[in-house]
């Protein structure tokens, strides 16, 4: 289905209005699917459908997957979810994983944002530059 720039421009004043201090509340996003619904306004399915692209896209901007070969230490952890909140603003879901193919580093993964500085990705570097 191709969205029009009505659509697009509906879509995105739903989804301005569902942020409270920089965060996409849930419940106002319920309440405005709903009232979508309740109305159908004109092209009301193609409306929703980018507003669920936008909701998407801010909710994978807020989970942050950090991958290391083994356990990070309690205070390294803490630096580094400080680190990541001052960068990407507070409300960041952290997830710490482990991954013993990593060899050594860390690769921290935070909505489209990948920084690999693992030795895995390294040597793949190195590699592809052969």
């Known amino acids: 289905m191709r969205i029009t720039k009505h659509a697009k421009r509906e879509a995105k004043d739903l989804f301005t209005a569902c942020i409270v201090n920089g965060q996409l509340q849930p419940q106002r996003v319920r309440d405005a699917v709903a009232t979508v619904i309740r109305l159908r306004p004109r092209g ?23 991958q290391s070969a083994t356990p990070l230490e309690p205070d390294l952890r803490g630096s580094l979810e400080a680190n990541l909140t001052r960068t990407y603003g507070a409300g960041l879901d952290l997830t710490f994983v482990e991954n013993p193919a990593l060899i050594g580093g860390l690769r921290v993964q935070v909505g489209s944002d990948v920084y690999d500085g693992s030795i895995q990705g390294r040597l793949a570097a190195l590699a592809a530059s052969f």
């Open 44 to 66: 009301y399915a193609a409306v929703l459908q980018h507003f669920k692209h936008l909701v998407e896209l801010d909710l994978a901007r807020r989970m942050a997957r950090v």
